[in-house]
């Protein structure tokens, strides 16, 4: 009777070391894909915002275009129009250098581009900041789906607007 106690104690505890040691390998495989999906170095991370995307505020009709020019660089432009007539531009582009990817905006009223820095993606989500500039300091954009964008544009704190794009195949 006590051998076969001990028979059924020796194959309890076995079972618990191959438990253990599945969990710590499926953990380690889960952890080690968390951490390669969270990697910010590259543009393949925001391919997802190819295209063209429109939004409708108010009197205002706001348009993002972006195309990939190369494997390291994605241009943009974003126009603004007030009842049809081209009210503010701007030139964007995403650049992949040194094992980060930067968002650099080129509007009017700046003399040079701003740069901001992605510091979070996903594969629905990018922040890009530049907590130097006085506004904005953080530009997020969030895929909703395959045909939705919003685009918040934000102090890092109280100071923000939100854009609502809808995807398209040609702008109005």
Same mark, same amino acid.
């Given at each position: 009777?006590?051998?076969?106690?001990?028979?059924?104690?020796?194959?309890?505890?076995?079972?618990?070391?191959?438990?253990?040691?599945?969990?710590?390998?499926?953990?380690?495989?889960?952890?080690?894909?968390?951490?390669?999906?969270?990697?910010?170095?590259?543009?393949?991370?925001?391919?997802?915002?190819?295209? +063209?995307?429109?939004?409708?505020?108010?009197?205002?009709? !706001?348009? *993002?275009?972006? =195309?990939?020019?190369?494997? #390291?660089? @994605?241009?943009?432009e974003g126009k603004t129009f007030k009842q049809n007539k081209l009210v503010s531009s701007e030139t964007l582009r995403l650049v992949e250098m040194s094992g980060e990817?930067?968002?650099?905006?080129?509007?009017?009223?700046?003399?040079?581009?701003?740069?901001? +820095?992605?510091?979070?993606?996903?594969?629905?989500?990018? !922040?890009? *900041?530049?907590? =130097?500039?006085?506004?904005? #300091?953080? @530009?997020?954009?969030?895929?909703?789906?395959?045909?939705?964008?919003?685009?918040?544009?934000?102090?890092?704190?109280?100071?923000?607007?939100?854009?609502?794009?809808?995807?398209?195949?040609?702008?109005?």
């Amino acid at each position: 009777m006590l051998s076969t106690e001990n028979n059924q104690l020796n194959g309890a505890s076995s079972m618990k070391k191959r438990a253990i040691y599945y969990f710590i390998i499926l953990t380690s495989l889960l952890l080690s894909h968390l951490s390669s999906a969270e990697s910010c170095n590259s543009l393949n991370q925001v391919k997802w915002l190819l295209g +063209k995307w429109q939004s409708q505020q108010e009197k205002l009709t !706001i348009t *993002e275009q972006w =195309q990939q020019v190369s494997s #390291k660089s @994605i241009e943009g432009e974003g126009k603004t129009f007030k009842q049809n007539k081209l009210v503010s531009s701007e030139t964007l582009r995403l650049v992949e250098m040194s094992g980060e990817v930067f968002y650099l905006a080129k509007v009017q009223h700046n003399a040079v581009p701003i740069g901001f +820095k992605l510091v979070t993606c996903s594969i629905t989500h990018a !922040i890009f *900041e530049n907590v =130097q500039h006085d506004f904005p #300091k953080r @530009i997020s954009y969030q895929l909703l789906d395959n045909n939705e964008l919003n685009v918040s544009v934000s102090d890092g704190k109280n100071k923000e607007f939100v854009l609502n794009f809808n995807k398209t195949n040609s702008f109005e």
